[in-house]
């Protein structure tokens, strides 16, 4: 690509971007937390359409990726979660084929008083989009979209396969890009941009969840101490966890990868429910954890170090001696994955290629970074043989209140994602 | 009373007592969980009718009684709320005056799998009545309405105001029994079976329930260790409190009535609930506690004396000190009640009244014991100078699962009550 066309693609991303806010700020606007992303993904299936990308439209049947590696534990079927996919075919197909993935669901927004606009009308304020979603990752799917909006302006289509991907289940198993795997749709490279402030990811860890249920004997408070109390009887657990957080963190368990950073497997007890009465001994409790894994992790290990961890800390216990607690897997059982152990040639053309667009539109070297959360990227790269390139906006508070995104991050990332495009596929005329 | 009519009325219990037990598992049959007791107080107010009592069937209306002493708060309104007194009008009113008095309203079942059979689908095995609430306390329900049955089969009548009373909220706050109280209802003794295994209560602690509410700044849990996990801010919390539950059952703060109890004032953490999704570090966490107090214990004080052990121990923690706890109450705010601390003349004769009744029945002399509960006893001997009597029949596993009671047990309370009665107001023919 000559520095012409990477000066026109610049300046059509620029040309769309009040078009690209826009089109974000209706992305934000559907509270599409996991369930009820299906008129959201719609609003996604008319863009891909308008665009004359020829649309798959789908409902994850949970039996056609039960069998398939990668795959995560759910509870119930997938009746509410629908796929879409946009594809482009090249006529030439001389050039590399792309897959640009993003996901629809965000997490839930939580007490409402605690934002302070509300996190399903976005707002911009001093360069910023606030909004749930709007950083995790509704700007991301935004600007896989524009960026190839902007090849178009320029009269330019890539010119190998291009497959724009919006999925769910990402914030809580990955089945939404599993199935696309399953569905067939395979490409020299993927690219997802989740916001990791214009870092590409090297290494990422893998998150497994599970539920531990405490049922107990109860009785009218009148008569018990805290002993039986199935909502207490959790504190020890908690705690024996905390322990094994520690051994697994430890210096020497680390692999090259996490060297540098100081804690990168977090347990998260990240909601609790128990008791139906204030005067009666609550006779259950449950506690929902997620906890980091290394790249490399054996996952069965893992799953026995838990449940020994959890039996282990009932074991002491009078109560829980006699009611041991049951250990469920309801959510992500999901391996770490590490770019960087991907020493093919499509990997480093891959990563080079993004380096150069990085470096045209920021003057800066790409940095790269090693992550404490899990993206989709592993369903490509572990299971797909697919280098996955994890590069996005910058946002803040993700999962949180508040949350954001830097919208001139995204203007960069959509400009840069339209450069790596054009590079990775070639072009070809409209 | 001759010894000939003790027979007469002892006989007519044994005479009735298949239709009471058949009565009393139609109540257990109504699931009367707190703001579901509407079908059941129609039934109670049915059978009230049936027997000529004057019926008064209302709805509470919590502005009538949020001044009155006693009062416990509730968030909400009472629409669902209803009451329903059967008044037995003497014609000579010679005799004393008396209140029977029992709740209609039941605390939740858990889940039904720890049941061996559906709660509310009463089973008669062994002596025993199983399902919950049939000892906690239609069986009192049930015996206050056949006892009084008794009398008139034998054709006789109290010589005195008889209010049958099924109230709701005894469960939760008292106010039922308050409104009762509100609305006029008043007698020289109040008798409620509360099932203490046919022993009367002479002592029965306060109960205070409260809610402690914590939030937090979430983010995704990549960001985050446990520091600013609004469940596992609870922790150190409840350590607290039950470091002050074991200062306030030290032998030196002990009143005399529960010398001989070695743990009177339980602390109970009830019920708790916190956070949205797994992997977000939770933005919320609430947990409900119920603590007893001693009669006599000012209850300011031991509001003030919770908020600073809440306070005291949030302030050790960096997350908590700039995420202060916010304490609600929404519920009991109960005192303790002593019957041992009446020493009027009224008391004395009904005590010695209960206990000529139950040796004539059971031929053994009345237990008489300190309760680490709470009944609605209160209103009547605080707050309308009625020395109240809590007296009933044996039950298991109230508050639990298979809570049961014993058939024996009520059919011996029954016939006390039906000799208290004719003792206490006297009799004339019907």
Redesign the interface.
């Known amino acids: 690509m000559n520095s012409e066309t990477q000066t026109r693609l610049r300046h059509a991303v620029d040309d769309l971007f009040e078009r690209q806010t826009e089109f974000l700020s209706e992305l934000v606007a559907f509270p599409s937390t996991r369930g009820q992303e299906q008129a959201a993904q719609d609003f996604m299936a008319r863009a891909f359409e308008e665009r004359g990308l020829a649309t798959d439209h789908w409902t994850i049947d949970i039996d056609d990726i039960r069998g398939m590696p990668g795959f995560s534990p759910v509870v119930g079927d997938y009746e509410d979660a629908v796929n879409v996919v946009g594809a482009h075919r090249a006529r030439s197909g001389k050039g590399r084929s792309l897959i640009l993935n993003g996901h629809m669901d965000v ?2 927004e ?2 409402h008083d ?1 934002w302070d606009t509300p996190p399903y009308e976005p707002r911009l304020d001093d360069g910023w989009m606030y909004g749930r979603g709007a950083g ?1 990752m509704k700007a991301g799917l935004a600007s896989n979209l524009f960026a190839l909006d902007a090849l178009r302006a320029c009269g330019l289509a890539p010119a190998a396969d291009v497959f724009v991907q919006s999925v769910v289940e990402e ?2 198993t990955g089945n939404g890009a599993l199935a696309c795997l399953q569905r067939g749709y395979r490409a020299d490279a993927a690219l997802i941009p989740e916001p990791f402030a214009e870092s590409l990811v090297m290494a990422q860890v893998g ?1 497994m ?1 599970f539920q531990v249920h405490l ?1 107990g ?10 002993g039986s ?1 199935a ?2 009887a959790a ?1 020890p657990l ?1 705690a024996a966890l ?1 322990e094994m957080e520690a051994r697994w963190n430890a210096d020497q368990a680390k692999p090259a990868h996490y060297d540098h950073v100081h ?1 990168p497997l ?20 449950v ?4 906890m980091g894994l290394y790249p490399g992790q054996d996952m069965a290990a893992a799953r026995a170090d838990i449940e020994a961890t959890l039996n282990n800390a009932a074991r002491q216990s009078d109560f829980l001696r006699n009611n041991m607690p049951e250990i469920t897997y309801n ?2 059982m999901a391996e770490g994955y590490a770019l960087a152990d991907d020493t093919g040639e499509t990997a480093r053309q891959a990563i080079a290629t993004l380096e150069q667009a990085h470096g045209a539109i920021t003057g800066q070297a790409l940095d790269k970074v090693a ?3 899990t993206t989709d990227a592993r369903f490509f790269g572990l299971y797909a043989d697919t280098p996955a390139l994890v590069y996005g906006p910058r946002a803040e ?5 508040n949350e954001r995104v830097d919208l001139e991050s995204m203007r960069r990332v959509t400009q840069a994602t339209a450069l790596f495009i054009a590079n990775w596929c070639g072009v070809e005329p409209v």
């Open positions: 997490v839930p939580g007490p605690m995790d914030e809580c998150v969840w049922r004997l109860p009785t009218h408070v009148a008569y018990a101490g805290s109390n909502i207490e504190l908690i905390h804690h977090n347990l998260n007890v990240g909601k609790i429910q128990g008791g139906d009465w204030t005067s009666s001994v609550p006779a259950w409790c506690f929902d954890v997620r959510g992500f992550i404490t959360a508070a993700i999962h949180g209140f």
